[in-house]
């Protein structure tokens, strides 16, 4: 397979960039931890995330309405069809594109972006969460991994995101797993407050609630439905995030 490591990434995001040089080391084919996608298919969903990002923005400032962001059934099937170091090129040109339209941004300027309003830093944290995450499904827990993915940031980002979101954040209002509050604690960071019928909050430590200690990158997947490989059941051929959840609260 032809690398892309000596070619000059013109990308400022450090999860972006990581995401790429962890690409860079797969055959299209790969398997990865999202269930039935290869390592060309998880690029597709990012770079055509990307794409529509940056011509979200690009619109905006040239003036041109508001539109609706395109379903993902509508913008990745022309990524899925590149090949592999084409798809890889294109990830670099669309990230790149995006990270100088959102540059362009004001600060108090903001575009709808899959029916959130969604300010420049919003934006910028949104790519880097999606690159962070998706690198987790290409290689899985490495030191890389483990450092992106326990940014606070992140995890305050995804409750923001399962607020504007609903459908996104349906597991926790629905919360199965528990009829009472449960407390996702990471050390340092604020709980995850999980009340069943309410969703998510971020608040100070306590006690009175169940608590669930994680290290804080294992809090993030969990959140965003991915099972932490060092938590899955050695027993169990398959386990689901809810699966998982009700162990812990065992």
């Known amino acids: 397979m032809a690398s892309t490591v000596g070619k000059q990434w ?3 995001d450090e999860a972006m960039r990581a995401f790429l040089v962890a690409l860079s080391r797969l055959e299209p084919s790969a398997p ?3 269930a039935g996608w290869s390592a060309h298919e998880v690029t597709a969903h990012v770079a055509a995330a990307a ?3 940056a011509d979200l923005i690009e619109e905006h400032l040239a003036g041109h309405p508001a539109r609706a962001t395109r379903t993902w059934e509508e913008r990745e099937p022309p990524f899925r069809a590149l090949p592999g170091e084409q798809l890889r090129d294109r990830l670099v040109l669309e990230a790149s594109r995006f990270e100088r339209a959102v540059a362009d941004m004001a600060a108090d300027d903001s575009i709808v972006y899959t029916g959130w309003e969604m300010t420049a830093e919003q934006l910028r944290t949104h790519s880097h969460s999606e690159a962070a995450l998706h690198r987790w499904d290409l290689v899985g827990e490495d030191e890389t991994s483990r450092r992106l993915l326990s940014e606070p940031v992140l995890t305050s980002h995804a409750l923001a995101v399962f607020a504007a979101i609903p ?3 349906q597991r926790w209002t629905d919360a199965r797993f528990t009829t009472r509050p449960v407390r996702l604690r990471s050390a340092g960071q604020p709980d995850v407050l999980v009340d069943p019928g309410s969703g998510l909050s971020l ?3 306590t ?3 169940l ?3 994680l290290d804080p990158d294992d809090r993030l997947l969990i959140l965003w439905g ?3 490989s060092a938590l899955r059941s050695p027993t169990a051929n398959a386990e689901t995030v809810d699966d998982l959840l009700v162990r812990l609260c065992g």
Do not use: F, M, N, Y
Request: hydrophobic share 35%.
């Open 10 to 12: 013109k990308i400022v």
């Open 207 to 209: 006690d009175g609630d």
């Open 32 to 34: 990865t931890w999202s």
């Open 226 to 228: 991915r099972c932490p």
């Open 203 to 205: 608040l100070a430590p």
């Open 167 to 169: 459908t996104l954040g």
């Open 51 to 53: 794409q529509e990002r």
């Open 211 to 213: 608590v669930i200690p």
